[in-house]
């Protein structure tokens, strides 16, 4: 076994306050910010959808979503990222779920070794939280999120 085959390659994204971790394997696309098509009536976090390779995306921010009273704001559109995840339930009228990042993800390559579990609170929309050099990141319960995303985003359009 090399070294490369215990490594995980991940995207930490930066959301407004934190920054998550989600495996290379999870991301189908990361493309610029664009305007979504909004959806009345339907909760702050759901940003609305995006089309994207002739697919309607829901769009969410993930920080709305965690702490219900946040408030959603881009510090730059011209930086900003819409980070579009593989759904996990793999059900053919749900295969994809984005999310807003405030820069462009970057790639990293994590060994098994170089985590720590830090052992702090996690958010409803969080499995655990880890550090990983000087940063706290958040591992993402993508379970809950989509099922968010579906009681949502598919009822209402």
Known sequence: ???????????????QKSNILVPNASVAEIIPYEPLQRI???????????????????????????VERASFSLVSVSS???VILRALSGED???YL?????????????SENEL????????KTELLKTRYGDEVLAIPDIDYVESE?????????
Do not use: C, N
């Open 98 to 110: 984005a999310i807003v990042a405030q820069e462009l993800p970057r790639l990293v390559r994590i």
């Open 80 to 82: 900003a990222s819409i």
């Open 93 to 95: 009228d749900f295969k």
């Open 116 to 123: 720590f579990e830090t052992f702090e609170e996690v958010a």
């Open 149 to 157: 995303v579906r009681r949502i985003a598919y009822s209402a359009g």
């Open 40 to 66: 009345p009536d339907t909760p702050d976090w759901f940003l609305g959808f995006l089309g994207w390779r002739g697919v309607q995306v829901a769009v969410t921010s993930l920080e709305m979503l965690t």
């Open 1 to 15: 076994m090399t070294e490369h085959d215990s490594e995980l390659a991940a995207f930490v994204i930066s959301l």
